[in-house]
């Protein structure tokens, strides 16, 4: 067995961010500045739109894209019902309800024939999340938001490498979210990233980024001079610093490098379990890119002899680190009380969240880590049929 603990979703750190933010800190400009208008133009240079701004989260990445979209009190957004929890949040932040649908149970994202269902006088967006890093089925997606005059935000805290028929995703919607967070694709530590095509909706992206204070405030102790700022709204405190946007410059020269070695390990992975009694991911079509952002396996009691939570046991008595990509949103008592879900309409996210464990996929894993996650599947599986055999 291995001798060290295998930690889920560590970050490549290199020397070159840590050289970035040695500078940062010596230069006494720690707070919003050039590496952060860097950062937005490399990111932007990435992804081919039109407007970047840095935020400090794929969280408030969402919040001002909700309020950008013109959401609010009474309005509806209809997202999927297997997501992390700051997709809701995002929601009920901006004051809006979150309406789910249900998912399409072998690409575990949102199912547009169910979002269709959900579409009432109230429905303003649609919040759609590429889950794992297989894009949605923006065609049916696009053509339901155009019909119905709804604005689509993209959640691509999965996503940064997507592509759908050619195009990143991020730019097929209004707005664009992506996260920057420890376990993701690249990191900044904390960090996220809104996209838009709107010269409007950025600027006013970035003023309630910053206290609602408009434009200058941003250099208002440059060497320029003092800038007076005004309040034009009430904003929020949500912008990056150039800390962070030091190791995202280096981060992202690296996400390309970082995306082969991911999708390496996951082949590897589908091969090693492809004759196993356990589900593994659909792979994409063929006119989509993945970003291969996590490998989730679906454990069925019934045929495997062990249910999801004893296999997270096993595989951390065996040093492996494993994470669970998500609980159904109606699990959560908050949102079974304040919004009204019934885990019983949404069977497939219900399925999945009961059933999925998700498999280390880090950058940072050597073939000898594959090994060892490998042979620990493998080795709980064939345990426990043995243990069925004997009527135990
Ligand atoms: C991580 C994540 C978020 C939140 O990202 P933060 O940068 O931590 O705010 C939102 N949505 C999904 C699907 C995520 O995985």
Redesign the pocket.
Known sequence: MRKEFLVFGSPCIEDSEILEVVKVLKSGWLGTGPRVARFEKDFLNYKQSNFAIAVN???AALHLSLIASGVGAGDEVITTAL??C??INAILHAGAKPVLADIDPVTMNIDPVRVEEKITENTKALLL?HFAGRPCDMENLCRIAKKHNLKIIE?C??AIESEYRGKKVGSLGDFGCF?F?VT?NIVTG?G?MVLTKNEEDAARIKMLALHGMTKDAWKRFSDRGYKHYYVTECGFKYNMMDIQAAIGIHQLQRVEQYWQRRRHHWQRYSEAFADMPIVIPAAAPEDTRHAYHLYTILVDKDIVGISRDEFLEEMTARNIGVGVHYLSIPEHPYYQQVCGYDLKDYPHAAQVGRQTLSLPLSAKLNDDDLDDVISAVKDIVVSRSVVQRRGV
Do not use: I, P, Q
Request: aromatic share 12%; hydrophobic share 25%; proline share 0%.
């Open positions: 989260s794929c969280t997501t992390f700051a997709t999340v959640d805290a999965h996260s967070y993701k904390e996220g």
